[in-house]
């Protein structure tokens, strides 16, 4: 018998084209030299890797980014080819299998090198990008000695090329620029420390992609905007093109029922209904990244707000119906439904987080549908492979 590609009412759906939108729409705002790393890690923000990876990459992406050596090989298992960074630490005694599998590290010790060259096959070189940290505080080097330093010893073994130098803004995403301009003049004149300056060149992340041509160099790194999401909300309206969110989470009715007034739901008895009313129970809950914190929080039913009620639970969530619904009825929890709309941000606000971390968070156990053209092109689930 085959199986099915998952057995619950409840999926994110991806919209394949707006990743494509994005890319291409960066493109069109940069200079023709100035290359583009999709940025996929995380499972691409929970959207799904693989799938984000080969449609940026068609939309004209020319490198992707991953944070961990993990997320890298995932990619090249998946049949995934492209150019890819990991923009994280990675151990030295891994340097010979990333140089194996064509991966570039992120490189901000000397040490390290030293460590690596012990391991390396002499054979395969390993592509490296130096870190800088230009005000960040976390992995960098941070003067120009440093950069001497390393550039000689790199010079010396030929493991090891030296393809990229990059840095990484704290503040790109405010409006105020002063510790923005601070942190590109500080990689400007640390630039100036290399011999030869190393071929790829980048600093700007989504905010300053969108907002900063002088800190372009010739390559940028597209994030959180390549999924449809603001890096942050106060730069909205200073983005170059509008934004159309890439994600949906939906699921479906499992159970309706009348409660009387006085009667309790969920964990705790937080919930008392004050009158006849009707309950929806939906198979979602903080196991799937809909966590407790989400209580109140509005989902779309029927074209209409509705509260949820009752304490979150691991893998249900119910909510107060405006009327008796059939079991099966769609609810929408992120994006659209009738002239409604719940965006990622909403979810945000009502976290007291950022969007980042609301779609990082849909757990594996909650299936990706992935829609191009308007039609279902792929499913995909983390529990059956």
């Known amino acids: 018998m085959e199986l099915q590609s998952f057995y619950r009412d409840t999926w994110a759906e991806i919209n394949l084209d707006h990743i494509f939108y994005h890319v291409q729409s960066l493109i069109n705002i940069l200079p023709e030299e100035v290359k583009v790393f999709a940025v996929v890690k995380a499972n691409a923000y929970g959207h799904g890797d693989v799938q984000v990876a080969r449609t940026a990459l068609s939309a004209g ?214 009158g006849e009313e009707w309950i929806g129970t939906l198979p979602i809950g903080y196991a799937d990244g809909w966590i407790r914190k989400l209580q109140g929080q509005e989902v779309l039913v029927d074209g209409q707000r509705v509260p949820i009620v009752g304490r979150v639970c691991m893998d249900q969530t119910t909510i107060k119906l405006p009327s008796s619904l059939p079991v099966g009825t769609e609810v929408t929890l992120i994006g659209s439904q009738g002239a409604e709309y719940i965006s990622v941000n909403e979810i945000a606000k009502k976290l007291e987080t950022i969007n980042y971390e609301v779609t990082c968070m849909v757990s594996n156990r909650v299936p990706r549908v992935y829609i191009q053209g308007g039609e279902i092109v792929e499913v995909s689930n983390g529990l059956i492979s």
């Open 61 to 274: 992406a020319n490198f992707l980014a991953v944070a961990t050596f993990d997320e890298a090989l995932s990619l090249r298992q998946k049949g995934i080819k492209a150019p890819i960074l990991i923009l994280g630490a990675t151990r030295p005694q891994d340097a010979a299998l990333a140089a194996e599998l064509d991966l570039t590290l992120t490189v901000f010790q000397l040490d390290w090198l030293k460590q690596a060259n012990e391991e390396l096959n002499k054979s395969k070189r390993l592509r490296i990008h130096l870190k800088i940290d230009t005000g960040m505080g976390r992995i960098g080097i941070k003067s120009g000695k440093e950069i001497e330093e390393i550039e000689e010893y790199i010079s010396e073994h030929s493991a090891f090329y030296l393809e990229g130098t990059f840095t990484h803004f704290a503040q790109a995403d405010s409006l105020d620029k002063t510790y923005y301009n601070q942190q590109l003049s500080t990689f400007e004149e640390l630039l100036k420390s290399f011999k030869q300056r190393p071929e790829i060149v980048h600093s700007s992340n989504s905010a300053a992609a969108l907002r900063y041509p002088e800190g372009y160099f010739n390559a940028v790194r597209f994030g959180i905007s390549m999924y449809g999401l603001t890096p942050s909300l106060e730069i909205e309206p200073e983005l170059p093109y509008p934004l159309k969110q890439a994600i949906s989470l939906k699921t479906k009715l499992v159970h309706v029922k009348k409660i009387q007034k006085g009667e309790k739901v969920g964990y705790g008895s937080t919930y008392e209904a004050s």
